[in-house]
């Protein structure tokens, strides 16, 4: 099937009429595994103070910035070049900074830390927006109630037990010629079960839609941005997809800054990446190693950190 455009879910109605939301999920996820989620509950003045806050910290000195590097726990900041989500094809790192909001929220640099109470609650209704994902998810797949029904995925994604992130993205301006490379953030899928995305002001994020030609992903005003990641892929045996994408240069990267805000949704540890109890999911378990060990969203997470950050140099 060829996909030519990302489709926009309205989820003004998933109170009223939460399965008609959960099918127009269901074919995204089957297809292009992107979606525009409009009419969300997730106020938008928390977005622009978000988004503010990201801003003041990418403008501090870089010793600053530099004092609170990520590390194993995955929280931190990373400089330009020091991470490389596509390192077969990369010539160089990815011209990016990130800061990486992860709970507890601490240790934190002192703006951060000045706003700590504000982050948690951004973090937690991000949460909770992407808990309508999932519960979209358990209806469009009709998971049976006594397997845990619309809140199969929700009860394995408690908040104080996750590894979800709150990321900050600067991609500064310049030129595609000053970098030497078309590709500003390396082609990669997301590692967790799915991803909610904030674009601000400028575009430039490009989707590979079915699994050959790239897209682009327009701004939306007030939209959030959804796509499926690599362990909701595998708790579905291929059913939803997790695509690829990436940043390229566009002419107004030459003069303007890019923001963006992805908040990364990850499964509790614990939990092991079998196929979900759905008439629609191959039930052939395939996240085993060879000793017949069936893989944890935890052990997928660290992984994949490991395969991307190389935290010996900084």
Partial sequence: M?????????????????????????EACKTIGF????NHDLPQEEVDRAFELSKQYFDLPSEEKRKHLIDTTNHGYSDLYSETLDPENQRQGDHKENFENGKPFAPLPELFQENVKFLRQFSEDCHATAMQVL??????????????????????HKYEGSAEILRFLKYPRGGEATYKEPVRAGAHSDYGSVTLLFQKDVPGLEVQASRTQWISAPLIPGAITVNVGDQMELWTNGLF????????????????????????VHPNDHVPLVPAPSKYVDQTVNTVDANGHVYTAGEHLRSRLDATYNYGEK
């Fill in 2 to 26: 060829v996909v030519e455009s990302i489709p926009v879910v309205d989820f003004s109605d998933f109170k009223t009429n939460p399965k008609k939301v959960a099918q127009e999920v269901f």
């Fill in 35 to 38: 979606f525009y989620m409009i």
């Fill in 135 to 156: 519960e979209a998810f358990a209806l469009a797949l009709e998971i049976p109630e006594e397997k845990g029904g619309r809140s199969f995925f929700v009860d394995k």
């Fill in 241 to 264: 997809k997790s695509t690829k994408h990436r940043v390229t240069f566009l002419p107004e990267h030459n003069h303007l800054d890019r923001y963006s805000m992805p908040f990364f």
